[in-house]
């Protein structure tokens, strides 16, 4: 079986959150409490810029395996990229209500913690981390 690309490290979250541009780091910090409360897990330095919470065995249709995180996120340059380990449209209910984002598979992409709807984040990632 080939071994995912990314794989959990022990660098620092604290240190990559300092890494990230200025006017991201408070959403970060947002962010790494929500989805703390969602999981009851300890953020997880996944690769060089994924901070994952919990830990999850997947196993794919195609019969791909690989070791991974409950849910996590990435600031990326251009939006914040939420990884939920689901199938967005099985959450349509939230989504709905969340605000400005666009939804990949099992993403969300969110430009900032001020456009949208905290609340309903949160029950999207407590209801992501129970799947």
Known sequence: MAQNKTQKTKNSVAAFI?????????DCREIVKMMRKATGSIPTMWGE??????????????GRELDWFKIGFSPRKKEISLYLTCNIKKFGKYVKKLGPHRA?????YIKSL?????????ELFKSSAQT
């Open 114 to 122: 001020q456009d949208i709807d905290i609340n309903v984040l949160q």
């Open 104 to 108: 990949g598979k099992g993403c969300l």
């Open 18 to 26: 300092k890494s990230v541009e200025k006017g991201r780091q408070a």
């Open 49 to 62: 810029s994924i901070i994952g919470f919990g830990d999850v065995h997947l196993k794919y249709a195609s």
